[in-house]
Structures are given as structure tokens and as C-alpha cells.
């Protein structure tokens, strides 16, 4: 018998090293995916479909839309992005963990509708922390760091409305406390309601 | 800043192994402590008070009863045991974890008082290895095991009253996973009301 995955919905302010931490945990964990989402922006050079993104038309995204197909959906710079249900459904029902990495409006959406779902939020280990993060990337200007950071604070104050909040010191710890909440989760009794069942019935 | 210990209600059926498995987790975990009841009868040779038992009067228990310093209490063969609040608290508040081993009628009692306590059930891998570890020990006749197993087959059913179900398959898996559903209890964004305050507000 496979349990069904957890969904996990992962978020974390930007520079926080929400991907590295994936890939890391990713690498170690053929069980777990990464939710791709539906956007109808053009694909870039290099994009393929499926991979980043599912790229659709305006017209399928409404109709899934309206047809509740997607989990969430937001719209930035004109173009629409969503979470499509059914692939998420369909590796949570093959035993996969899924991963959705979101910020934190669209997380709240997802929550709504699937309250047995996961919340992960990725903290840095300080908002100055964070500052030198994007700072060292050396691409943006101080002006879109502050701006970034003010983003940031706003992001970190709704880390409460996540189950688990965990520090990125390093990847390594990172990786292995998000091993330990997901192994945790999947012992709780809610979660397994057949294992009593079987405990008292299998002779 | 010392975190708050976890009180942990640690249930399960006589022969389950619930000791075997607390003696190794203790070995690797300074950080835990075993809750020690309060018996008012008399102490048995090689038995020191404070380690095995508070060895108290009837008039002591009546009157820690009657202040509210008990956790749970009750009444078997005559004696009266019971859970003393105040070395739990003291334990908590230096940041120590204590594990209180418990039947559940007593778990429950804790439960009311203690919302912020993690249960844990340790679940045999099946009601037929419990009967099979149960005369495996040769010291009971056929019908005493029986019994025992009537009474398991009463505790496990209340196991969803529990947080957490842990199969005791091996003492070194159990162990393991009471270690990480601590650990991943420990970033409960409920548990940590001053980490987001803190990645905040450090400069």
C-alpha cells in the first residue's frame, strides 16, 4: 500500500536560497517533485514546455480557471501564472511529496483549498543577512535592494501562517531539517488513519 | 535565548518496547528528560526515591492533589500515582525536552492541561508480534497474555488521540523517528513566535 504525498508549500522571500535548498533536497529525494506551473507568457530561449513552465494560451488558462483546474493563479506584468491540479494530483496519488514553491499570496490560495497540504517557509538567517545576499550578487542596484528587503519584511510577517519555519544557515541543514518535517509529518496519526486498522487487525 | 523544552506524552501497549526504546534515545539526547511519577506506596528494595518514585505520604498527595500540582493522578491496587507539575515546568523552562511515559487514560488528562504537549504513540509493528513478544518473555501463562493483548487492542485504538504513531519495528528506526518528529516539532512557526521578530529586527 503507498500513502499518498504530502503537498508542501514552499515559500520564502527572495535571495533566501528558496531553489538551492530544492535542488539540494531534490538531489537526495527521487520521492519528491517540483510543481511547474502554467503561464501564458511566450517561452524563453532555452525554456522548454513542462519544464519551467506549462506554456498556454490566454484562452485554455481562462477555461482552466473556470473549469477550477487550477489551484492558484496570479497575474504579473500582463501575463497570467497558475498551478495546475491535475499533475499535482495525480503524483500525490503515486506516493510523490510535492513541492510548490510560491510566494506567499498564492500560498495562502493553495492552503485554502488543500488544508492538508504542508507549509514550509524558508527564512535567511537575518533581514541583514539577506541585504548582503542580494547585494553580493552584484546585478542589482541599491535601490532595488531596499526595495527587494521592504518586499522581504512583508513576506517574513506572514511566515506565520506556515506550519514550519526554517532558517537557511546552510543548505546542508536546511536540506535535512526539511528531511525531518516531511518524515514527522508523515508519521502523524491524521495522516494515517489505515495504520491502526492494521496494526490491530493483521494477524 | 534558550528555547522552551517539548513536554512529550509517550504512550503505547505494555510490550511494545516503549523503555527499550526511551533508554536510546536518552543515551543520545542530554537534552531529554524522563518525567519521574509521585507513588504514595511503599518503596521496593534498591529503589531510591527521586529516580524510580517520589515516594510520598497519602497526606501529601492528597494535599498536591488538592493545590493543583499535579498533572494527572490515579488510583491502582490501593496507591495513588500521579504526575508532579512542578519539576516538569522547571525541566521546560531550562529548555529541557520531557518525556512523560503514560497510559492513555492519564495522556489524556495531560493533554487537557498541557494543549502545547506532543503526543506520541509507539504502535507494535501488529497485534500478533505483540503477542509473540508477550510469551516470548515466558514468565506469563497463556490467559494473562490474552488479557494483555484485550487491554493493547483498548490503548491502540486510542492511538488518533495521539499526534504522532511510531511503529516499533527496530529500536534504532523508532528512535530515530521520535528524533526527527522532535526536531521538526521545534520549527513549528507556533513554537517560535520570536524567530520572525528576531530575522526581522537583527541588524
Chains 1, 2 share one sequence.
Not at 480557471?65 to 491535475?86: D, F, V
Not at 541599491?142 to 546552510?170: C, F, G, M, P, W
Request: charged residues 25%; aromatic residues 8%.
Amino acid at each position: 500500500m503507498t500513502n499518498k504525498g504530502l503537498l508542501i508549500i514552499f515559500s520564502g522571500p527572495s535571495g533566501t536560497g528558496k531553489g538551492t535548498v530544492l535542488k539540494s533536497y531534490f538531489a537526495n529525494h527521487q520521492e519528491a517533485k517540483l510543481s511547474v506551473s502554467a503561464t501564458t507568457r511566450a517561452p524563453r530561449l532555452g525554456e522548454q514546455n513542462g519544464r519551467e513552465y506549462y506554456f498556454i494560451s490566454k484562452e485554455k488558462f481562462a477555461e482552466m480557471k473556470s473549469h477550477n483546474e487550477l489551484l492558484e493563479s496570479a497575474e504579473y506584468c500582463g501575463n497570467c501564472y497558475g498551478t495546475p491540479r491535475a499533475p499535482i494530483e495525480s503524483w500525490l496519488e503515486q506516493g510523490f511529496d510535492v513541492f510548490l514553491e510560491i510566494e506567499v499570496q498564492g500560498g495562502a490560495q493553495v492552503r485554502r483549498l488543500e488544508p492538508d497540504s504542508v507549509g514550509i517557509f524558508i527564512l535567511p538567517p537575518s533581514v541583514k543577512t539577506l541585504g548582503e545576499r542580494l547585494r553580493g550578487r552584484g546585478t542589482e542596484s541599491e535601490e532595488v535592494v531596499q526595495s527587494r528587503l521592504k518586499a522581504a519584511k512583508h513576506e517574513i510577517e506572514q511566515a506565520v501562517n506556515y506550519d514550519y519555519a526554517v532558517v537557511n544557515d546552510t543548505v546542508e541543514k536546511a536540506t535535512a531539517e526539511i528531511a525531518e518535517i516531511i518524515h514527522a509529518e508523515k508519521h502523524k496519526t491524521s495522516r494515517n488513519p489505515a495504520l491502526i486498522e492494521r496494526v490491530l487487525n493483521y494477524d
